[in-house]
């Protein structure tokens, strides 16, 4: 993992299973709850072996729902999913995706100020929910319905 990947990597995941509410309400939307954090690596297992070392969290193995991700849950019930890129064109990016109660009106939302969707709302297999991804200032969102 290059040096400047690991501490932002590290970092993010700490703000993402940080809890800075004792019982912050899942449902209230008004914090930017993260659902999902996925990182795109081609360093699956020496991603996850590192997040493990740092944080004292256990990396499942590869789910191949989700898109071969290796997955660890998050202190306010999200979860964090490691993957390599899938094909040539995807490239290596750290992707948060913010809980929704609606993902198609958030995803219009996004599009109307100006972001690019990437990917419409999609249904994830079983009882995963939706999520889409859109694009703004050089960066990658993600929404996600559970």
């Known amino acids: 993992m290059n040096r400047i990947?690991?501490?932002l990597i590290a970092a993010l995941f700490a703000l993402c299973s940080c809890a800075t509410t004792p019982a912050a309400d899942p449902q209230d939307l008004s914090v930017v709850p993260v659902h999902y954090l996925e990182i795109v690596?081609?360093?699956v297992d020496e991603t996850c072996a590192a997040l493990?070392?740092?944080h004292g969290v256990t990396f499942s193995e590869?789910?191949?729902e989700l898109a071969y991700s290796r997955m660890a849950s998050l202190?306010?019930?999200g979860r964090i999913g490691v993957r390599a890129p899938m094909g040539d064109v995807e490239v290596p990016v750290v992707r948060i995706y913010a809980r929704v109660a609606d993902v198609q009106a958030a995803t219009e939302a996004a599009e109307a100020a100006g972001g690019q969707v990437?990917?419409?709302p999609t249904a994830l297999p079983g009882d995963e929910g939706m999520f889409s991804i859109y694009l703004q200032g050089g960066n990658e969102f993600g929404l996600w319905q559970p």
């Open 5 to 7: 990947a690991c501490p």
């Open 41 to 43: 690596t081609p360093e």
């Open 52 to 54: 493990a070392a740092i």
């Open 62 to 64: 590869r789910n191949a």
């Open 75 to 77: 202190v306010d019930g």
């Open 118 to 120: 990437a990917m419409w």
